[in-house]
């Protein structure tokens, strides 16, 4: 039989078996391994059924890793939606980046090969569980804002003109360009399926089929969705993960590292800083849903909602540090010599973060009305088992997220009442 | 003697003498000069000292041509600020990209030969001339607005998100990355030393100088002049000829042709639109510095005024036209299922050109700001003798930037008052 085109180009799918073979014949998967590539292996598949395949592989030795591989397709969709296989490349590039900009909270790369799609990287272990799981089961991160505020602000900050010449600046963004697909899928999936009627799109039916009819009747939404679609497309901000939900993001209440930056490409921060918002958001709506007569999940809404408003308040904090710690290095944007007081540095650095606060509402506002009239639904409200308590749940988010998406631009902060107002219609 | 780094490279300078023999040995030119290389040749350096060397090329069989050759440094400066040869491979490229999106107003090119830095391309012949010098010499030209409309709504409508996939404007994006050192050479002298004291400021002192402090000690300004450097460099909405002032435009009552986009990038469509306006309006102010008692310029000044409105309102309508026009064929940006009707479809438009007219009054007053304080002046002013009377030319012209700059999102039209304001004080 032919090589298929695949096989020519060095690449073949792997399973636990064969993945075992893979290993021992990569010399840089020893260290982790313990040191050694000839003790017996443990390898399972855990993947949770998204775009990739991931392997944890144990050593006897006492090592471990995980190995990620891509296949030329979209794992929960099948062979019948494609997708390159170069978003393994991608994911790589901005683990390695983004790790050299934040290691504590950004897990190492020990290798990457190319031809296979494959990431072998830190085995991120247990009690690390992924975030979303921890906010459905109701527990407590007192360090997560702290920690995600770092990593936000570090990677956002340090990878856009405030810090970098306009010449490196565009160099990235000339790399990242060839992540097109990605950037396709969310652009279709984010901002435009769940304004049409699209063939994937489903919602809670029947108790949101009005809504979800609302959602694609509403010419002031299109109209804000149109212009956040194109800011998408068009602004080279910073290089972002990309795919910044509470579902790439491991934790235990003392760690917090940020997987899965598949998408990543230079686009504007306040994609990355929503999508985090937004998935808190969507699990302090969901919390309704989980709640029983052991815990009325009162004061964990009040814990999400104050992990909200750290994050974003943190982030901005520490930005904005960020920017006056490195006022004088290379970033062009805004010269010492123009910005030549603290009063008139300090001014810009306001509008900027504030354009950046309403950014990041617009963009976590579209990224939760996706998750409940779009293609692909998030576990806080699917694990909901009475589908009219989850329309419930589900419908107030959505509100929530048009009147935000609508009037961001008159909020001032953070603490504005707008999720709160929603819980109290 | 070593051949130089240059040479190796396979580029040498050429002069009128050693022109001739590159002609001769290139089949390519050999069209457009008669269809013959053999036939004697007459040549004249016309390059007007400012970026590269321009020899028009006559042939005695009757044929003619231009060739333009970009050396490894800026023309009027010298060879102490080195500019990258590879500006002339963005120049042929943008010029074959807007020809075929816009033949009637930009040159053919016959030849490009990267090595050598080299464009062979057609002489726009006599009685053109540079609109810049008409714009001095007070003639009007009737068709100006019509075919200024009509060039920035092709090339920009044409290589935006609203005519093309996603894939492909990526790929213009990274293609275009690399003319990054003519864009940080735009961000330095347009964004940048017009608003701090810089080494090749100057203005027309002392007439000016309070001014020229003025500008750098304008808060106000400064904050909006940062948000406009941060769009020039992040917003990748088209593809911009980059330098559209009115002495990259070359005229007749009948004809218009647009010439030296070497500064060609993906950016914001408002920066060539303004580029555009903003020169109008600085021929508007330097037309009392012309006037004499042969000419009072008073109905020359209204033609301007009515060529700067009809070129914006003739854009915005056939940016629109082209849009309804091709609405269902590969933009991504705005979805016929989504924007699914022509009310919402309309009501879209005008937010984005809304936008975009903002933007562009915004740039354009960026560049009427640094054409009087910065580095570079125009011969607008530069040929008005008397220092005192282009003082207060130019101070007129500054104020009324200034005015726009801050002003411009409450602009409804460009009918808006301004420019007559401030022709009042
Ligand atoms: N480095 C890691 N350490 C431990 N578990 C991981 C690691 N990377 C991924 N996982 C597990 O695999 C799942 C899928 O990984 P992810 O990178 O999100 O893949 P996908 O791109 O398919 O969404 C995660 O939800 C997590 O449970
Ligand atoms: N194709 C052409 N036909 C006729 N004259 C031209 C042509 N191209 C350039 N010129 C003349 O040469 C001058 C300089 O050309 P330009 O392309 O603007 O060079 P630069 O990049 O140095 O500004 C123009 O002002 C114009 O007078
Ligand atoms: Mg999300
Ligand atoms: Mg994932
Ligand atoms: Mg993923
Ligand atoms: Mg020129
Ligand atoms: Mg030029």
Known sequence: MA??????????????VSLVSYIKATPALAAPLGGRLDAPLTIKEVGDGNLNFVYIVLSDSGGSLVVKQALPYIRCVGDSWPMTRERAYFEASALQKHRALCPDHVPEVYHFDRAMSLIGMRYIEPPHIILR??????????????????????????????YNSTTDHKK???QYCDNVEMCRLTEQVVFSDPYMLAKYNRCTSPFLDNDAAAVREDAELKLEIAEL?????????????GDLHTGSIMVTTDSTQVIDPEFAFYGPMGYDIGAFLGNLILAYFSQDGHADQANDRQ????????TIEDSWNLFQKKFVELWNKHK??????YLPAIYNSSELLSLAQKKYVKSLFHDSLGFGSAKMIRR????????????IEDPSKRASCERRALNCAKAILKGRRQFESIEHKSVRDEEDV
Chains 1, 2 share one sequence.
């Open 3 to 16: 090589a298929s085109a695949e096989e020519q180009q060095g690449f073949h799918p792997l399973d636990e």
């Open 133 to 162: 799981k921890g906010l459905i089961a109701g527990v407590e991160y007192p360090l997560l804002a702290d920690h995600m505020s770092d990593y936000m602000a570090k990677t956002l900050f340090f990878t856009s003109l405030l």
């Open 172 to 174: 990235g963004v000339a």
């Open 229 to 241: 679609k194109s800011m998408f497309i068009e602004r080279a901000q910073a290089l972002l993960h």
């Open 299 to 306: 004061s964990y809404k009040k814990w999400i909602l104050k």
């Open 328 to 333: 004088d290095v290379n970033g062009e944007a």
């Open 372 to 383: 409940i009239v779009g293609i692909a639904h998030v576990e806080d409200f699917e694990s």
